[in-house]
């Protein structure tokens, strides 16, 4: 990655935040694991961070200060992200009873096969890699993301 630096840094947080999401819709385009709500809530971070990473990448460009701020704006946002999907695991342990928001359905027209529309529930783990769920790995990318962040930063 060369040098961590804040100038360089929004490219790879923003590249890092578009593979994120890519990954989670081919997760459930192509692996057929409907998100849940806090699986979209952790989505809606990723794209918080994209939106930051642009506006660094726009206002920010030779102007050490300010990519400093952005880059620690960055930080923040992952960190935010970490503790969203580390909630989500919460859940899922249960550790934490919580149900979840009810979906807005009332864009969807035609039913499945069965006839009847089913949210996943946030407390059921839809994959499971070495014991950790989806959102276990969600947490510690993003956490790597903050440090990550910060790291560059103290650069700047």
């Not at 030779?62 to 952005?70: E, H, N, S, V």
């Not at 096969?113 to 959102?135: L, N, Q, R, T």
Request: proline fraction near 3%.
């Amino acid at each position: 990655m060369g040098a961590l630096t804040a100038s360089r840094w929004p490219w790879f947080a923003l590249g890092a935040s578009l593979a994120m999401l890519a990954a989670a819709h081919a997760f459930q385009q192509f692996g057929g694991l409907a998100p849940c709500m806090l699986c979209l809530k952790q989505r809606d971070v990723y794209w918080g961070a994209a939106a930051v990473a642009i506006a660094a990448l726009v206002f920010a460009r030779g102007k050490p200060g300010l990519a400093r701020i952005a880059v620690i704006m960055l930080g923040l946002v992952f960190l935010a992200g970490a503790a969203v999907a580390a909630y989500h695991v919460a859940v899922e342990q249960k550790w934490v009873i919580a149900q979840c928001e009810a979906a807005d359905l009332s864009g969807i027209t035609t039913l499945g096969e069965s006839g009847s529309i089913s949210m996943p529930k946030c407390d059921e783990p839809a994959w499971v890699m070495f014991g950790i769920s989806m959102a276990g790995y969600n947490a510690l990318i993003s956490l790597a993301l903050s440090a990550l962040s910060f790291m560059a930063a103290r650069r700047a």
